[in-house]
């Protein structure tokens, strides 16, 4: 697995897992219910269960991932985004990705790629004083089709005046990887949210990170 550093131009960024956190005291308390002699990391267990909880959307399309199922998941994800009432929440951001992206910030075009709803999107953008690191935001309704499918990150492209080719896209999960890849992308997957490493290796990312604040040690 290698970047071709010379290729990149502009970055797009997952959100959940890739740039919001779990709940770690929530976590903490979960991980009581996974025992070693079923769960080889029960405290990695335990934030993907909690992560599951808190954005159920991604949940889902990895199961759809895994099973092959996407169109018909993506078709139920999108009915319930347009019929939620949206309710407010608190956020968790991963440490050192405010600092990051200030430092990325006027380096590259950047972008965020989101299968979530556009206010759940804002709201954690927003929170944390996000948005102006960003020049382009893609949500889970944005294009014809949301991840695995291209389209997101195709319109996020075409929006950053760049090709799909000079986009590395930055993910979590298998969702993000296979989404860049049919885009013609490069490809990062973290280690701080849904996906596991194996997962993300097979599905051909072209760099695994242990988290997202990583990507300053690489661009």
């Known amino acids: 697995m290698s970047l071709d550093l010379s290729r990149i131009k502009a970055l797009c960024f997952d959100v959940d897992g890739t740039l919001s956190d779990t709940d770690e005291m929530y976590a903490q308390k979960v991980v009581l219910f996974f025992?070693?002699?079923?769960?080889k990391d029960?405290?990695?267990?335990?934030?993907?269960?909690?992560?599951?909880?808190?954005?159920?959307?991604?949940?889902l399309l990895g199961l759809a991932d895994t099973l092959g199922i996407d169109d018909e998941m993506i078709a139920?994800?999108?009915?319930l985004s347009l019929r939620r009432r949206y309710s407010p929440k608190k956020f968790l951001?991963?440490?050192?990705?405010?600092?990051?992206?200030?430092q990325l910030h006027g380096r590259y075009p950047m972008a965020v790629v989101s299968a979530r709803d556009e206010a759940g999107t804002m709201a954690f953008l927003e929170q944390f004083d996000l948005v102006?690191?960003?020049?382009?935001?893609?949500?889970?309704?944005?294009?014809?089709h949301t991840k695995p499918y291209p389209d997101p990150i195709l319109l996020a492209a075409h929006k950053m005046n760049v090709s799909p080719e000079?986009?590395?896209?930055?993910?979590d999960?298998?969702?993000?990887?296979?989404?860049?890849?049919?885009?013609?992308?490069?490809?990062?997957?973290?280690?701080?949210?849904?996906g596991e490493e194996p997962e993300l290796q097979k599905?051909?990312?072209?760099?695994?990170?242990?988290?997202?604040?990583k990507l300053l040690n690489v661009l």
């Open 35 to 39: 025992p070693r002699f079923l769960f």
């Open 42 to 59: 029960p405290a990695r267990a335990a934030r993907r269960f909690v992560m599951w909880i808190e954005a159920p959307g991604n949940a």
């Open 76 to 79: 139920v994800i999108h009915w």
């Open 93 to 102: 951001l991963i440490s050192g990705v405010d600092e990051m992206l200030k």
């Open 132 to 144: 102006q690191y960003f020049d382009v935001i893609v949500t889970g309704l944005s294009a014809k």
């Open 166 to 171: 000079s986009c590395l896209m930055i993910g």
């Open 173 to 194: 999960t298998t969702v993000d990887i296979r989404a860049g890849k049919s885009a013609g992308a490069q490809t990062i997957g973290v280690l701080c949210g849904f």
């Open 203 to 213: 599905m051909g990312a072209d760099l695994i990170l242990g988290d997202t604040t």
